[in-house]
């Protein structure tokens, strides 16, 4: 379903392309690039094409917008991730027990790192003990909590405001303390005081944003 494309009112040739079968070849050969892995909004842009990223909402079975790099001001599509993110934060189906419960939090965490094991690894949650770290894009907190358990001083932002909920929740259940912020991680100044951290983490995440230079 890509009625919203109307609203853009370009006259212009579409090339589509879904991952992951994506290549250079179509890239460097569209004038747009739609694609239903957001990452390559990013790629595109290094190559100066227009890109529209793409995800798929599997309950309403349609393509939705998920990031944009077109230069078009009337559509807000940091407002549709906003609304997107706030009806179904990131992970959280990852559980059938009571959302919020100890037990929902513990199941989310197993699943995730199931799916994706490098993650614990890459952010080596031990090594920031007693560092002050900033996680842009917290969601529900599964990373969150970890970096907190491992005795990092942690600053929490997210562009969703419910996800940001369920992470002050699951750290009320743990006894942990953090700093949380609804922001939007493309002009961070404006809404989290300017400090020093020693480690600035984000995961799966800047790729959703229209401008991921902008957070960089």
Avoid at 54 to 71: A, E, G, M, Q
Avoid at 116 to 138: S, Y
Avoid at 181 to 187: F, L
Wanted: net charge negative; with cysteine.
């Amino acid at each position: 379903n890509f009625d919203f494309l109307e609203k853009l009112n370009l006259n212009i040739k579409f090339h589509i392309e879904e991952y992951p079968s994506i290549s250079l070849y179509h890239m460097i050969n569209s004038d747009v690039l739609i694609t239903a892995n957001s990452s390559f909004s990013y790629i595109s842009h290094l190559l100066g094409k227009k890109s529209l990223s793409l995800v798929r909402d599997t309950f309403f079975h349609k393509w939705k917008p998920n990031s944009i790099s077109l230069d078009v001001e009337e559509l807000d599509w940091v407002g549709y991730n906003i609304t997107y993110w706030n009806q179904r934060p990131c992970n959280i189906r990852h559980s059938n027990k009571p959302i919020g419960s100890l037990q929902y939090f513990n199941d989310v965490e197993h699943k995730k790192y199931f799916v994706e094991p490098h993650i614990p690894k890459f952010a080596d949650f031990e090594k920031w003990k007693g560092k002050k770290v900033l996680e842009i894009g917290c969601g529900i907190g599964t990373d969150s909590i970890n970096f907190a358990k491992a005795g990092a001083n942690l600053t929490c932002i997210d562009l969703s405001e419910e996800s940001l909920n369920l992470t002050k929740e699951r750290f009320k259940v743990f006894g942990l303390d953090a700093n949380f912020y609804v922001a939007n991680s493309e002009s961070l100044s404006d809404y989290v005081p300017i400090e020093e951290y020693d480690l600035v983490y984000s995961f799966g995440v800047i790729h959703h944003t229209p401008k991921p230079e902008s957070i960089l």
